[in-house]
Nanobody
């Protein structure tokens, strides 16, 4: 199962961006879809995740500013980022886990998309 992330770019502080991540391959079911980020010199950390039932979790740093959503018909997860701050600058990675159509479990990562917020 492969994940393709898109939507990153350069934005001014206070602006918005929407990231997308589409999963493809032999997918039977996707369970949890997540976004992580890694800023320069820092470890990768979870930003938000969304379960199959739609329940969500957010890192404290993004609560109230970011919204994660998913479209299971398209095997796609989105991250709407508003009120961006310079501290949000990072490479954003998507992750998905689930069951393939060949009945093995998968836990896949996208290639990362760079978000740069200028202050």
């Amino acid at each position: 199962v492969q994940l393709q992330a898109s939507g990153g770019g350069l934005v001014q502080a206070g602006g918005s961006l929407r990231l997308s991540c589409a999963a493809s391959g032999s997918i039977f079911r996707i369970n949890t879809m997540s976004w992580y980020r890694q800023a320069p010199g820092k470890q990768r950390g979870m930003v938000a995740d969304i379960a199959r039932d739609g329940s969500t979790n957010y890192a404290d740093a993004v609560k109230g500013r970011y919204t994660i959503s998913r479209d299971d018909a398209k095997n796609t997860v989105y991250l709407q980022m508003n009120s961006l701050e310079a501290e949000d600058t990072a490479v954003y990675y998507c992750n998905a886990d689930g069951i393939s159509s060949r009945w093995y479990s998968f836990d896949s990562w996208g290639q990362g998309t760079l978000v740069t917020v200028s202050s």
